[in-house]
């Protein structure tokens, strides 16, 4: 097959994360066939957001369902050198800022994976101000046409934090997850976070709580779905987990 990249996710994931993740792929699935656009973010950086996006997609793909993965972190993305990511016809990869700025097509960034149904947009080159990017109707405009190609369209993006990429794209998306690391990032953080996606009007689809225990049994997920349009339906706990 053209276009296939070759990059390895750690092999097996410990029970209770594999668990967390697959509760938040089968919540997911119930959010009815408008949500498709998922941007996955967090407050601050380090809180896991890459990671739950890749395991996410992955398990998504695997399950069957077409699912594309976007790096639209474009400031500080290290997914493709953290994996180790390579196109199997040895040509230069080339990813979304190429993309949005015009310097590659789309066939030449969108990469087949071996996992299942999954397909990725790698981000290869950083760069400083990604903004006007975000803004150009050509990343409106990829979400949408990529979201009528396949079920879901994952998307990581760079942190809340101070820049406003990250509302940018969750006006764009059908909603979002938001990643919290556990016993680091203070409430009212969070409490911000949520503002800033209602007033981006991204719905919150769920709550990752991420990284709990760590020092103890390695790291594992908590995961707190969110009906779309408001309730919680659902507070899930690994094992582990007090
Ligand atoms: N639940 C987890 N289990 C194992 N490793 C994890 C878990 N969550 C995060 N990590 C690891 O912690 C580190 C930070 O995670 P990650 O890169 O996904 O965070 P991020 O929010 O995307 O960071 P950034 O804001 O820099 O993009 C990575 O090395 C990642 O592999
Ligand atoms: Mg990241």
């Known amino acids: 097959m053209d276009n296939m990249m070759e990059?390895?996710?750690?092999?097996?994931?410990?029970?209770?994360?594999e668990e967390a993740i697959n509760r938040l792929r089968i919540n997911i699935s119930f959010l009815?066939?408008?949500?498709?656009?998922?941007m996955i973010i967090s407050s601050e950086p380090n809180e896991g957001k890459s990671f739950v996006a890749l395991n996410l997609w992955n398990q998504m793909a695997e399950a069957g369902e077409k699912t594309l993965l976007i790096d639209a972190d474009m400031r500080n993305?290290?997914?493709?050198?953290?994996?180790?990511?390579?196109?199997?016809?040895?040509?230069?990869?080339?990813?979304?800022?190429?993309?949005?700025?015009?310097?590659a097509e789309l066939d030449e960034v969108l990469?087949?994976?071996?996992?299942?149904?999954?397909?990725?947009?790698?981000?290869?080159?950083?760069?400083?101000?990604?903004?006007?990017?975000?803004?150009?109707?050509?990343?409106?405009?990829?979400?949408d046409s990529m979201a009528e190609r396949y079920r879901y369209v994952f998307i990581d993006a760079p942190p809340l934090g101070l820049v406003s990429d990250a509302e940018r794209i969750g006006n764009m998306c059908d909603g979002a997850i938001l990643c919290v690391r556990s016993g680091i990032t203070a409430k009212g953080v969070v409490r911000e976070?949520?503002?800033?996606?209602?007033?981006?009007?991204?719905?919150?689809?769920?709550?990752v709580l991420n990284r709990v225990n760590e020092s103890k049994s390695g790291y594992y997920h908590g995961y707190y779905g969110?009906?779309?349009?408001?309730?919680?339906?659902?507070?899930?706990y690994g094992s582990n987990d007090k």
């Open 226 to 236: 969110k009906k779309y349009g408001g309730h919680y339906y659902g507070k899930y």
């Open 77 to 103: 993305s290290n997914m493709h050198v953290k994996y180790d990511m390579k196109r199997n016809d040895g040509k230069e990869m080339k990813g979304t800022s190429h993309y949005l700025a015009g310097n």
């Open 111 to 143: 990469v087949h994976t071996k996992y299942g149904k999954g397909d990725l947009i790698p981000n290869v080159e950083n760069i400083i101000n990604p903004s006007m990017l975000l803004e150009s109707p050509k990343f409106a405009e990829l979400l």
């Open 193 to 207: 976070s949520v503002r800033q996606l209602e007033r981006a009007g991204c719905p919150l689809l769920g709550i």
């Open 32 to 38: 009815g066939s408008d949500v498709r656009k998922i």
């Open 7 to 17: 990059f390895g996710l750690t092999p097996q994931l410990p029970y209770s994360v």
